[in-house]
């Protein structure tokens, strides 16, 4: 039986010859011993020029022979591997963890395989580098465990061009959601929030967006620029730092020479990588905020240029503490990379609100005092912008009291959205009046309107309803152009039903024909006019939208601003895809005498 103990040896092939020489002279000659003798010869040719590295190891994991490949991939040399550990050969690696699977195998018997990752002698001490080991047991004829024997492939290419695909696939990834995420969004503010909550904690521990304020000089700044910070995000163990460095809404003031104030001069990201105290003055405003960085365990920044159409909008800033690493330059190549999207993004929102908010204005401005109609008609009007993530529209409605104690209804929708939308409608709203005060008939009215804005070259087209009421006669008068058709309220009834009229072509289409169609209206009967967006729904066919505001109960004697309330909040209308303007009219009751 084998002795366990015994140390394993290995023989060169001048000590072999000398041996089978010795065994030759007691034995005599025989041709199996020049047989062994040749296996043993080819035997060490495959351990000791097999390109992966072969090391023998005995019971006590110390090893005996390793090839000249394992002795290079070590760093040391064959002879300075015997009778020494692992982790005396390559205290680079975690040899803990290999030794403990080479227990594991000695113990049953099973082969396994291990990857090994760390330094060695043979490269830079900062260069991480991989290994594929494989691990089985050496063992006598009878099955007594000699030793193990290693094969060591390193993989550290392999493992280096995994890590290259999977970066990028990462960068590929963060690009297509902050395109989804930011690029979708017309809300300045939000676009920026998306943007820090991409960044962190993905690359980093807090993150802020700045914008600058370009009607705020940067002399009122000590000649640093002027921003505003637009959103911050962090993760919980920094959730104090807007109390340190400002929060959203916060107006920040980098001092001239430092790193944010580099960055938006200079266009360039400004890395500062565990930054001295001193390094830190130049960009902190004083030695307290110095030492609030110190104590949340800040260690490293980034400053980004937001870029657009080649501009500097703001920065992007980027903080790391506690155990995060330093910025690598992949990392800012990537956050560069981001910025450049984000900024297209986040200066396309700000164009949007400013168009939104200036057309928004020129529209409340042209709605805000419709033409009062006669005493004895009562009317109330109500505009709601769309959502905020839509553009205003061309929606308007006017009373337009007329000669004989007649009042002219008029709802109206211009197609498109934005600044020309509301412009164009301003110019119909203003012609539609002009017509009416010429005490012109409904269909007349649009004719005429259509004849004008065909001559001059209007490219926009509008639908808008006609209703001109008249309370001596209890009579009301209905002309459209492509509109939808009106709801009349009659008492007591608590639905009211939709008034099917002529339909003509909508205003700027140049077809014409437009006709009326005149109905009953006393004192028991209330009118609503509207545009589509108080119905129209993308999942819903325009029919059964009127059919449910058909079906809506409405209280014909409520005030009529409680009608209109019906009206939107049975809808959901006025926090959808368009804006909604909405008349509800009816004859004034008469006053009691005495």
């Not at 000590?222 to 995000?233: E, T, V």
């Not at 008034?499 to 289409?509: E, N, Q, S, T």
Request: proline residues 6%; hydrophobic residues 45%; contains cysteine.
């Amino acid at each position: 039986m084998a002795d366990p103990g015994a140390p394993l040896s290995f023989l060169d092939d001048a000590q072999a010859r000398e041996l089978l020489a010795v065994l030759g002279t007691a034995l005599g000659e025989r041709p199996e011993l020049e047989t062994l003798l040749s296996d043993y010869h080819l035997v060490r040719q495959i351990l000791d020029r097999a390109t992966v590295g072969i090391a023998v190891l005995d019971l006590e994991l110390r090893y005996q022979y390793v090839n000249a490949t394992l002795a290079a991939v070590n760093g040391v040399s064959a002879a300075g591997h015997t009778g020494r550990t692992i982790a005396e050969v390559v205290p680079g690696i975690d040899a803990g963890a290999a030794e403990a699977e080479l227990r594991a195998v000695l113990a049953d018997g099973k082969p396994r395989v291990h990857t090994v990752e760390g330094t060695t002698a043979s490269g830079p001490p900062t260069e991480r580098r991989w290994w594929h080991n494989s691990y089985h047991r050496l063992e006598a004829a009878d099955g007594t465990a000699l030793g193990l024997v290693a094969m060591v492939l390193e993989i550290t290419e392999d493992r280096r061009i995994r890590q290259a695909l999977d970066r990028a696939r990462v960068r590929l990834a963060l690009l297509d959601e902050a395109a989804t995420r930011i690029g979708t969004t017309l809300d300045v503010q939000q676009a920026a929030k998306e943007l820090t909550r991409l960044l962190v904690p993905r690359l980093a521990d807090a993150a802020m967006v700045d914008i600058l304020e370009p009607e705020r000089p940067a002399a009122e700044n000590g000649g640093g620029p002027a921003m505003r910070r637009l959103a911050l995000s962090s993760t919980p163990e920094l959730v104090g730092l807007a109390a340190s460095i400002g929060g959203t809404g916060a107006a920040v003031h980098p001092q001239p020479g430092s790193a944010a104030a580099r960055c938006v001069l200079e266009q360039r990201p400004v890395v500062l990588n565990f930054p001295t105290d001193a390094q830190l003055r130049t960009t902190a405003p004083n030695a307290a905020r110095i030492s609030r960085y110190r104590r949340l365990g800040l260690h490293s920044g980034v400053y980004v240029p937001l870029t657009a159409g080649g501009l500097v909008i703001g920065t992007v800033i980027l903080i790391r503490g506690g155990d995060s690493p330093a910025f690598s330059p992949d990392e800012v190549a990537l956050m560069v990379e981001l910025a450049g999207r984000a900024g297209s993004g986040i200066n396309n929102a700000q164009l949007y609100s400013h168009e939104h908010e200036s057309a928004l204005a020129l529209q409340r401005a042209l709605l805000a005092e419709p033409m009062t109609p006669h005493p004895d008609v009562e009317s109330a009007g109500r505009y709601l912008p769309a959502g905020t993530s839509a553009e205003v529209g061309g929606d308007w409605y006017d009373t337009v009291a007329l000669p004989g104690g007649r009042t002219l209804l008029v709802v109206g929708d211009v197609m498109g959205h934005g600044l020309d939308a509301a412009a164009t409608m301003s110019e119909y709203r203003s012609l539609v009046r002009a017509l009416a005060l010429q005490r012109r008939s409904p269909a007349g009215i649009l004719r005429e309107a259509e004849r004008i804005t065909e001559a001059l070259e209007q490219e926009r087209v509008a639908t808008c309803v006609l209703a001109l009421l008249d309370p001596a006669s209890q009579l009301c008068t209905f002309a459209t152009a492509g509109h939808l058709p009106p709801l009349q309220l009659d008492r007591p009834h608590l639905r009211g039903r939709l008034l099917r009229l002529p339909v003509g072509p909508p205003l700027g289409a140049g077809a014409g024909g437009h006709s009326q169609l005149t109905l009953p209206f006393g004192p028991g009967s209330t009118l609503l006019l509207y545009t589509d967006g108080l119905i129209e729904r993308r999942t819903r066919d325009i029919e059964e939208s009127l059919t449910a505001l058909a079906a809506l109960r409405f209280d014909p004697a409520a005030p009529l601003e409680h009608l209109i309330d019906t009206a939107l909040t049975g809808l959901s209308a006025g926090h959808g895809e368009d804006d909604v303007a909405i008349l509800a009219t009816r004859l004034s009751a008469p006053s009691e005498t005495v």
